[in-house]
Every structure is written in C-alpha cells, then in structure tokens.
C-alpha cells in the first residue's frame, strides 16, 4: 500500500477520539484570535486585496474584514493572516506551524460546504496527524535544507483536513494528497518578510485546491509522495519510508500525546526559551538593563538557520532575531505584539543591548529534544556579576501549557484588535462550544466587521 493509500484512508474513515477533538478546539480559539489579529497586518491587507480584485465576492469569510471570497481565496487570506504576527501555534514533530494553514482550509472548506462544528474539529485532527507522520520520516533534514514546514508539510495536512470536510472518499483524498505533494513550496529564506506568513496561506489555499480538483475527478499519481521521484525524494527527507511513521494513525494520536505548543510572543518559536529565561532572570535578580555588558546565548545547529538577523531593520525581522528578542526582554521585561512594531527597534535602551547579543551554535544541544527548543543563556553584569541558566522549552510547551485562562486571554487581546469587544467575546463563546455547533457559518455571523463609512468625495 503506497503511503497516500495509507493517509488517504485513515483521513477519509478514522473516528476521532473526543480528546484529540478538544485539543484541536484549543487550537482553533487560538488559530481564530491570532488571525483576527493579523488581519490587519500589511501582508494579510495586500492579500485581502488582491483577494477582492481577483477573486470576488462568495460564500467564505475573510476574518477581521466585511470582505468575503471564494474557498480558496478565502483559505488564503485567512491562513496569511493567522501566520502574519508569528503568533500561531508550533508542532515540534512536523516542525511547523500546523494551525493556520488546517484551520483556514477547513474553515473555508466548512464554510463552503455549511459543515458542522465537529466536522471541522475532525478535519484539523486528521490533517494534524498526518503533518506529523510526514515530520517523523522527513525531519529534521527536510528543514535543514530550507523547506519552510509549514507550508511544505502543511499543504498535505491542509488537503487533508480541507477533503474530511468535504466528505471525500478514500480514492478522492488520495487524489488531494497527491495534488498538494505537486503545490507544496516554502523557503526558510524568505523568513522576516512578508513571504513568510503568505507561505501560510498558500499551504491552506493549495490544500482547499487540491480538494476541490480532486473532487471533480482530477487525477494524480497514487506514488506522488513516496515514489522515487515523489515528495520524500524532491525536498530532502531524512527518511524514504513512511511505513513506520505513519503505521501509529489511529492508535496513538499525536494531538494528545506529544500536544501543541501555544505561543506566548509572537515572535520565531525559536526564540521563546530565551526570551522566557531572561524575563525571567530580570525579574528574579532585578537586572538593571543598563548594567548589562554582554549576553551570550548558545543554541542548537539548527537556530542559527532560522534567527537569521542579527541586526533587524524592521519589525518582520526582529521576529527571527534573537540578538533583537533578547534585548528587548532584557530592556523591558516583556515581549508583546507592539514589540514588532518598526518604531519598537528604534528604542535606546534596545539599541544599547543588541550588539551586546552573541549566538553560537553548540552541537552538544538538541540532541535529545528537537531542534530550536534549548538554549544556555549567559548575562554578563558590570562589576563582574554573571547569571547562566540553561533552559529547554517555554511557557506555552506541551509540558507547561497555557491555561484556559491565558488561552481565553489571548483570544480576547487579539480579538479586540479587529472587531468590538462585544462580537470578540460572542465569537469565544462560540469557539468553547465548537464541538456542538451546527454551522461553522456562525462564527462568521458572530464576527461581522461592518463596511467602512464611504468617505466624502
């Protein structure tokens, strides 16, 4: 059995366990809130106008906007948007961010189709768990190379969550899994600009594609993944064999068992161990900024290919900065979403602290945890002090997740960047109940943004 006969079934068949399906509505809240805040970012703006130059009006929902588009362009202005403040949620098997692009196909795909709320709760969950059958086997060669995962890896999840919904059968998912192993693209390179979070959307738009073409019949080899010139062979797979990642579907879920991380800053993943430990050691010492001399920071061989910015000029870069990520705890004791705001890297007391940032790579680190998830901080004082303290993993990590409570709160300050605080908080209510609604059309009607008022002329 070809690995896409494997995924094709497990997606089209599988009962989800209720939960994996309460993982995924945590996901989904937090997928929702980011996006809504990253609507009005200049890359998700561009997109949403493009989306209404090119695409028009139809039945999906551009969240933050009054706009509305077709599946696709919807899945992806919605997946750029959710992706724009690299604030979204983290999967350290697929090395990807699994939620923008799964949540903007199934909504879209949900919406199109007037699918239920637990419909699109399954569809996240089988397109998450066959990202991570895909990381198992792939990883992390396939990202050392370049490959952006979220958008590689991603477009097969989206496909396969966006056909769940649908309601495609075995053969037809397998025709959209094939179909996006031909769209899948994204490139570490273009990481701190625009690029990046667009790549999030179109994982979520080629997945909805791919479903809507395989749909109608359209057809695509049954060997795209795993054949010798499929997926695997073309971006670099650490392995050529998904038998073994992916024989777990459906007996172990990765949902639940390895879990999701949430993100606390909206910023790289990659930097959250660090700017955790320094807040932490600025409070706990009262670290005055000023008397910082130098901070030295060492990571696995793999960050130093994602924090590729040294020395941000904007606030897309500091993103992918530790040297600017670190300064900024240091000098604040806080890491927010105005942190990224280009006027925010022009601060005094961050400009003071950024040259006095060094990253190195020890390949001693993450060898048993996976890759940008552990760093040995070092902070030189004046008059000699020195604090060092190695850390593996964050706040928001599986194994010290947010709260219902933090995760409430993060909804509703990203929320209230897009919409009144009213339909902010009818669309949580609508998102905590997710499993038992019976339109996913209603949360859009929960979070309608009136047009704007026409101008004088």
């Known amino acids: 059995m070809t690995a896409i006969a494997r995924f094709a079934e497990f997606v089209a068949s599988i009962e989800v366990p209720a939960a994996a399906r309460a993982a995924a509505r945590n996901a989904v809240q937090d997928t929702v809130g980011v996006a809504l805040a990253g609507a009005g970012q200049p890359s998700a703006r561009i997109v949403q106008r493009v989306a209404r130059a090119d695409g028009g009006a139809g039945p999906c929902s551009v969240l933050g906007t009054e706009l509305t588009a077709g599946p696709t362009y919807a ?10 403040l690299d604030f979204d949620d983290m999967c350290w098997v ?5 939620s923008a692009p799964l949540v903007a196909a199934a909504l879209a795909a949900g919406e199109a189709t007037d699918a239920s709320g637990r419909t699109l709760l399954d569809a996240y969950v089988v397109g998450f768990e066959v990202e991570c059958a895909l990381g198992v086997a792939m990883n992390p060669a396939h990202y050392e190379r370049g490959w952006h995962c979220t958008s590689t890896i991603g477009a097969i999840g989206a496909a396969a969550a966006a056909a769940r919904v649908m309601g495609l059968d075995a053969e037809a998912t397998g025709r959209a899994l094939s179909i996006a192993a031909s769209e899948a693209c994204g490139l570490k390179e273009n990481f701190g600009t625009m690029v990046k979070p667009l790549q999030g959307g179109l994982a979520a738009r080629n997945g909805v594609l791919a479903a809507l073409l395989a749909r109608e019949s359209f057809t695509a080899s049954e060997h795209a993944i795993d054949g010798p010139q ?17 024989e777990p579907l459906g007996r ?22 660090t700017i955790d430990t320094l807040i932490d050691l600025r409070r706990e010492h009262g670290i005055d900024p000023d008397a910082v001399e130098a901070v030295e920071v060492d990571v696995d061989p793999v960050t130093p290919t ?26 604040f004791g806080r890491v927010g979403i105005d942190t990224f705001e280009d006027d925010a890297l022009r601060a005094p007391a961050v400009a003071r602290l950024v040259p006095l940032v060094t990253m190195r790579e020890d390949d001693r680190l993450g060898r048993e945890s996976p890759p940008l998830t552990e760093a040995r901080v070092t902070v030189r004082l004046a008059g000699g002090r020195t604090l060092e303290r190695f850390v593996r993993g964050a706040r928001g990590y599986p194994a010290c997740p947010a709260s219902p ?7 509703t300050t990203c929320a209230r960047r897009a919409v009144p ?37």
């Not at 697929?94 to 699994?98: C, D, I, M, V, Y």
């Not at 499929?230 to 064999?241: K, T």
């Not at 409570?405 to 909804?411: Q, S, T």
């Open 421 to 457: 605080v009213e339909a902010a908080a009818s669309a949580l209510d609508y998102l905590r109940a997710l499993d038992s609604a019976a339109s996913v059309r209603d949360l859009a009607r929960r979070l309608a943004v009136a047009p704007p008022e026409p101008q004088p002329a």
């Open 230 to 246: 499929g997926f695997l062979v073309a971006m670099g797979s650490a392995g050529r064999d998904l038998s073994e990642a992916s």
């Open 75 to 84: 899945a992806l202005a919605n997946g750029t948007a959710a992706h724009a």
């Open 405 to 411: 409570a933090e995760l409430d709160g993060k909804f």
């Open 94 to 98: 697929s090395l990807a961010h699994p």
């Open 252 to 273: 172990r879920w990765e949902i639940v068992e390895g879990g999701i991380t949430v993100k606390l800053y909206p910023s790289c993943a990659a930097t959250h161990p």
């Open 306 to 331: 994602v924090l590729i910015h040294a020395r941000p000029a904007t606030g897309l870069e500091g993103k992918f900065s530790l040297h600017y990520c670190a300064a900024t705890a240091l000098a």
